[in-house]
């Protein structure tokens, strides 16, 4: 067994398989459960006669318990460690699928996406201060693209593989299909305990607050940027199903949007490692965000489905960096000893836009149609341009 030394000071022992490989592999096989179920949450909603504004709350719910455990769990991460809170966290989103498999109706639905929701929070706190902390420092960049790479792969098999099982075996047969992908990270974190990293640069900072590190330009700063690239992202993966099946679409046909939309996300993480070597991580971000501004503006103007398919392909490129970038930013930008909490804090600031942004946008489509909530994301993006160039 070969042993390797982490940046904090926390050695993770390895053989044949990579520990970055087994906590990408467990990222996607989680996330894609996440990101499947709420496709499945949202048509199984309107298969049952809700509005876009009950879509839009249940949306919402999804972040409201992540919103207030945001900075408890990077707190408890830095303390305490990462294997717990990702055993713990896969267990409860694997809970809050089989609540809605065994219980039909709207407040199952509720239910599981509250469940779901408190379950990715710790597990996504852990995972991104477990990616950050394997390794030397010269190691971070290639292990949260390898992480951000494994988010695209789950972004295209959580909706595809939930719009699949919808058609083909139902709704409640799909949150059991979606719960089975959480019992490989289980497992496997039950077996490997070599996965709990905990930070060897201590805070001690008795009464330290975790609002005071907003008062760090170089925090604030991508704490918003984070939290309105969350905006952007979700406001397409929650309204698109909305949209579309005004337009009579499948589940399956949805799913493939989604899926073209996480593919071009893939496709662009490659390409970062290259991008990065050019230009200023910022310059890159202004470019992408402006390009996916443009592609959101003209989302509405056709309900073709090939055009469709092409701007969604679009929309990924553009949006693809923001997650990595951001998060590789974040882990740098973090004072000793605080790297869960900064990463916590960021993922706040992500609950809020998550929940915000969904009952805003069920509102306005109710109101006024797809067509301004679409724009309403163009001018969100153009803004972290600006932000962007500024930095």
Known sequence: MRSRQSARGNTLHYG????VYLIVAFSIAVHACYLGSKIVVSLYALHLGASQVTIGVLAALYAAVPLMLGIYSG??????????PLLGGAA????GMLVSFFSNGMSALFATAVVAGA??????????TLTGGFGSPEDRARNFSLLSIGYSISTFVGPVSAGLAIDYFGHANAFLMLALFTVPPVIGLLLVKSFNFINGNKNTEENRSALALLRLPQVRSVVIISGLIVA???LFAFYLPVYAHTLNFSATLIGVLLGVYAFAAFITRFAMPVLLKHWRGERVMFACMLFAACAFAAFPVSTNL???LSIAFCL????????????MIAYNRSPAGRAGEVTGLRLTANNVARVVIPMVCGV?????GAAPVFWLNAVNLTAISILMWKQ
Not at 316 to 327: A, D, I, T
């Open 16 to 19: 044949i398989l990579h520990p």
């Open 75 to 84: 707190r408890l991460v830095d303390s305490k460690g990462t294997r717990w």
């Open 92 to 95: 409860v989103m694997c809970a």
């Open 119 to 128: 379950g990715f929070v710790f597990f996504n706190v852990s995972i991104q």
């Open 232 to 234: 952007a992202w979700d």
């Open 306 to 308: 090939y055009y469709m």
């Open 316 to 327: 990924g490129l553009g949006l693809g960096c923001g997650q990595p970038l951001s998060m």
């Open 364 to 368: 306005l489509g109710t109101a006024l």
